[in-house]
């Protein structure tokens, strides 16, 4: 399947390479994300709106894969079903309509990535990112949050401070498993430490970034 997939790869390379020479940009028909976060783009994406569930905080910048789309949406749903008095998950970047570079990010380039703010204590709403390493974060929340995006989507990784995963795992300890938390999260581990779907990453105290996997049968995605 591997080497199947690589031949089909290869030829791809190969076609945009000459697509490249013939002044086209792509190829057509193709749908969905389109080689590496950090340099590729998106094809026929789809635009996450604003709902009663979610904040789109840029709609012009709100544009990901529809698996991507429909797992966030999925996800707001059932946050909604399970806190039905919550405030909307806020949303910020996910990619442009064709996706490519957008600023500040090295990433968000073939919508599998999304930035999405923490949940706050007191049901507070922030329509913005906020610093949560002082006594802001509703821990059981944002936790509940993130397991509904691993059931909904096939979750890469998270990215989250090292500050805030502390915080987060010394509080869910008390009631999860020591195997799972282990299982997901970097921390003890120091932050250099390739362990764990939840990942340090600097400036990611008032933010998570969460990046999916690409779709098996999807030959022009890269991981
Ligand atoms: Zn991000």
Not at 107 to 131: E, T
Request: with cysteine; net charge neutral; proline share 5%.
């Amino acid at each position: 399947m591997m080497k199947q997939k690589l031949a089909i790869l290869g030829t791809l390379l190969l076609a945009l390479s000459l697509a490249a020479c013939s002044g086209m940009r792509r190829i057509p028909e193709k749908t969905g994300s389109v080689g590496r976060c950090n340099d590729g783009y998106l094809v026929g994406g789809v635009q996450l709106p604003s709902s009663g569930e979610i904040i789109v905080l840029e709609p012009q910048f709100a544009y990901g894969t529809p698996t991507l789309v429909h797992s966030i949406e999925a996800a707001a749903a059932d946050m909604r079903a399970n806190y039905p008095d919550t405030v909307s998950m806020v949303v910020g970047h996910l990619s442009r309509p064709e996706g490519g570079p957008l600023r500040p990010h090295k990433s968000h380039q073939s919508g599998r990535d999304f930035d999405v703010a923490y949940y706050a204590k007191d049901n507070q709403l922030i329509r913005g990112f906020v610093d949560m390493r002082r006594g802001k974060l509703d821990v059981a929340k944002t936790w509940e949050f993130i397991e509904l995006m691993l059931e909904h989507a096939d979750v890469q990784y998270i990215l989250m401070d090292w500050d805030v995963q502390k915080i987060m795992y010394e509080e869910l300890r008390l009631f999860e498993s020591e195997w799972k938390l282990r299982k997901l999260f970097q921390y003890p581990r120091k932050p250099g430490n390739r362990t764990g779907v939840i990942r340090h990453a600097p400036s990611h105290h008032n933010h998570m970034h969460i990046r999916i996997h690409c779709p098996d049968d999807d030959w022009f995605c890269l991981d």
